[in-house]
């Protein structure tokens, strides 16, 4: 097969790795539509996980905050000395013979939880800079920095940013938050400025909003969502998933997406996941209850934050990262555990519900 339009001679050197590295994953796995029947098995298991996890009290996750967060803390530092090995130069995986088991996903819902545990339990001194937002604090901090050294940036910062959030909307005292910002700063620019592989990353990303020429990978994700047009060239007719785009099923899904359905596929999408912010962000202002205040809030902001760095990503508005489109991308662990925490969500506004059935017949 020719390489497709818009791919110029200097291209045809990675036209024809990708190339190879489909017929690579043919032959092992001796089926063409391997990781669509998996994914495809993975969300059916998350759909049932979803409805089974919204029939569970939400409030029995304020009991096993604690040990699940102290679980959490072990694997991390389990998977860092993992005797498997980094792959992609990480240690993030956690191989269970046929299956693996990304830690990170796992961490990014049990902070949360923990966080909102705090955070509904302090609620009367968080202003408090030792008795109440410095433990919150060092919790939240203890798990992005054990995530930061896998090395695993983009979702370190997204887990942050998400528990700030979520304290934010407490009652500690904003010099405190703000204290904190300038404080990581330069530590967060010291991380940069060591990983080479950062750095190439923005390097990458100036130049193409300084000149126009990006990346090879955000090359071809701009190809894909040009060829897509506004309706799309169709379900499964992508060139750029199968030759030339890497990780198109999974960072750079988006792109697929917008090749295949076009723009109005994409904007379906960016739907989709504003319903579920703006859903998610209701039931956290209905709810009653603080511990659900904060959780179904910590929920929806991280399934936000993720989505829009991933489709940002693709779209070339900020550098590469490795942060996956939730529900979309290809992965298990991320669909799995993402299902539960809609499951939890579903949880929360089922409760609010009952409280506001219950005032209204009083």
């Not at 005292?173 to 404080?183: G, P």
């Not at 990983?195 to 193409?208: A, F, L, N, T, V």
Request: net charge neutral; glycine share 8%; aromatic share 12%.
């Amino acid at each position: 097969m020719d390489p497709a339009p818009g791919i110029n001679a200097d291209d045809i050197q990675h036209w024809g790795c990708i190339q190879r590295e489909l017929n690579i994953c043919t032959g092992k796995y001796q089926d063409s539509n391997y990781l669509i029947k998996q994914h495809a098995i993975k969300i059916i298991i998350s759909i049932v996980i979803i409805f089974i996890v919204a029939r569970i009290d939400y409030i029995n996750l304020e009991g096993i905050a604690k040990p699940l967060i102290w679980i959490t803390i072990g694997l991390l530092i389990f998977t860092l000395f993992s005797s498997k090995g980094p792959i992609k130069g990480a240690s993030r995986w956690i191989n269970l013979g046929p299956l693996s088991f990304q830690p990170s996903e796992f961490a990014r819902y049990a902070i949360v939880i923990y966080a909102a545990n705090l955070l509904s339990k302090k609620k009367d001194y968080i202003n408090l800079l030792y008795r109440g937002y410095l433990p919150v604090l060092f919790y939240v901090l203890l798990i992005t920095g054990l995530i930061l050294i896998q090395p695993n940036f983009s979702v370190a910062s997204i887990i942050f940013m998400t528990c700030m959030l979520m304290i934010s909307l407490s009652d500690a005292k904003r010099k405190h938050i703000a204290f904190t910002f300038a404080a990581l700063i330069p530590f967060a620019a010291l991380f940069v400025l060591s990983k080479d592989y950062i750095m190439d990353r923005i390097s990458s990303y100036s130049e193409y909003t300084s000149s126009g020429n990006s990346s090879y990978q955000l090359q071809q994700a701009l190809i894909g969502f040009g060829n897509g047009g506004l309706f799309g060239i169709g379900p499964g007719n992508s060139n750029q998933r199968d030759f030339f785009l890497p990780e198109a099923h999974g960072d750079f899904i988006f792109s697929i997406i917008g090749e295949e359905y076009g723009f109005i596929g994409t904007f379906i999408i960016l739907s989709l996941y504003f319903v579920i912010a703006v859903r998610g962000f209701k039931i956290a202002k209905d709810c009653k209850d603080e511990f659900g205040k904060y959780l179904a809030f910590g929920i929806t902001t991280l399934i936000t934050l993720n989505a829009l760095v991933n489709m940002s990503v693709a779209s070339g508005v900020i550098p590469t990262t490795g942060v996956t489109l939730p529900f979309v991308s290809y992965g298990g662990t991320s669909i799995i555990f993402t299902a539960a925490a809609i499951g939890v969500l579903l949880n929360i506004s089922s409760h609010s519900d009952e409280i506001d059935e219950g005032l209204t017949i009083e």
